[in-house]
């Protein structure tokens, strides 16, 4: 393969895939709406095509222009985005459909592609856009990849857990980066061992690559970091890139709710552990970065572009009231 159509690849997932296939002497296009800056304007090893990905008939011209032998699809946010990709790409020498660990519908540990159910999708839940029904409708278009290369189809699937490193825009990990860099102590929601596996970015990328050109049509593949670590051991982390120490102020439900605050409204906090088994993308070749070398980056990238907390996330001065009424007790 030396040609890739990449459905996305300007702002995050897409932009660090574009890179890594350049890396491997790719001829690229980008298929997007043209809503962000494009960090290939000036690159000539990278074409651009605009349009928006629901319309099938613009992924048929963004399908003409590029004449790709691997297609990338970072944006498929509803089954039927997948639908019409797997039929305008029936002939491409891979289909990579861009899922999530979300659509895994049991919380086993570890969760392992062909033996954990998948989320169900109502018609109703197909046609949403809402957070609530994300993991549903990315479990739809797996089945749509599977039933697409019963039918000859090179389609596969990459289902990362939540992903980080620079540019990302959810600033997720973001709120932790500021929080430890910033504050001498902090919140953290329960004891701090809840474990909600992540990805960084670069090798989501490299899994992507890596699927498309020795993956088998018909499978889903998970990609993790292969080293998975606690909430507490992630906070260690972004400290010791920082060069600092923080301390931690470990909280209940009951004491969160002081401040009308419950743990799921931290970042990257999960009840149940979250854990992919990365064997079958390892078998291709697939390896991570080590997680401190990954993380520095990350702290590098957010602090350079002064990325802080998502708006959703607690503020500090809600915290730092948590804080002064717990350390009364």
């Not at 990449?6 to 296939?21: A, K, P, Q, S």
């Not at 029904?133 to 290369?149: L, P, S």
């Amino acid at each position: 393969m030396d040609t890739a159509l990449v459905v996305g690849g300007t702002r995050f997932i897409g932009r660090h895939l574009v890179t890594e296939l350049l890396d491997h002497d790719y001829r690229v296009t980008t298929f997007t709406r043209g809503n962000h800056d494009d960090p290939f304007a000036e690159d000539d090893r990278v074409s651009h095509v605009e349009g928006d990905r629901t319309d099938p008939k613009a992924l048929l011209d963004a399908k003409r222009e590029a004449d790709p032998d691997a297609v990338f699809d970072c944006v498929a946010y509803q089954p039927r985005d997948v639908d019409a990709a797997t039929d305008v790409f029936a002939n491409v020498d891979a289909y990579v459909y861009v899922s999530s660990g979300a659509s895994y519908g049991a919380e086993d540990v570890p969760k392992r592609e062909g033996a954990t159910k998948l989320e169900s999708c109502s018609a109703e839940e197909a046609t949403d856009d809402s957070p609530a029904t994300y993991g549903a409708r990315k479990a739809a278009g797996d089945r749509i990849v599977f039933e697409a290369a019963e039918r000859g189809v090179n389609a596969m699937a990459v289902r990362p857990p939540v992903v980080y490193g620079p540019h990302d825009y959810t600033d997720r990990m973001a709120y932790w980066v500021e929080r430890v860099a910033e504050h001498d102590e902090i919140v953290v929601p329960g004891d701090g061992t809840n474990l909600w596996q992540r990805v960084y970015v670069e090798d989501v990328a490299r899994g992507l690559r890596l699927v498309a050109e020795e993956g088998t049509p018909g499978e889903a593949y998970n990609v993790g970091d292969r080293n998975a670590v606690t909430l507490d051991r992630m906070l260690d982390l972004i400290a010791d890139a920082l060069g600092t120490t923080v301390e931690r102020e470990y909280t209940s439900p009951r004491e969160l709710s002081i401040v009308d605050l419950d743990p799921s409204d931290f970042p990257l906090y999960r009840e149940h552990p979250h854990l992919l088994d990365t064997t079958k993308v390892a078998e291709l070749g697939y390896e991570s970065t080590p997680l401190a070398e990954a993380m520095e980056r990350t702290v590098d990238a957010h602090r350079e572009h002064d990325r802080t907390a998502a708006d959703d996330a607690p503020d500090r001065e809600t915290e730092e009231r948590l804080l002064d009424v717990l350390g009364t007790v």
